[in-house]
């Protein structure tokens, strides 16, 4: 029996890449959200930039702030 995946499920799957230091997934996750049509929410793209806070990977986090301004997701406090 398989759930299907789901924004919630990316959610954590990023969220666990973070706290394992394994950034590089954290994106590959990401990236294959936009391949399984699942739109990314404000908890996708807050924690993809705490993971780019990690490598200090400045563009990708301001690539990501971008993409949620031209998606109209308000950025919470986790995103700054």
Not at 35 to 63: F, N
């Amino acid at each position: 029996w398989r759930q299907p995946v789901d924004v919630a499920a990316c959610n954590t799957a990023i969220h666990a890449c973070e706290l394992g230091r394994q950034w590089s997934r954290a994106f590959a996750v990401v990236r294959s959200m936009r391949s399984l049509r699942i739109v990314p929410d404000t908890i996708t793209c807050s924690t993809a930039i705490q993971a780019c806070h990690g490598q200090h990977w400045w563009e990708e986090a301001v690539a990501l702030l971008a993409s949620m301004q031209g998606s109209a997701l308000a950025p919470n406090r986790i995103t700054y």
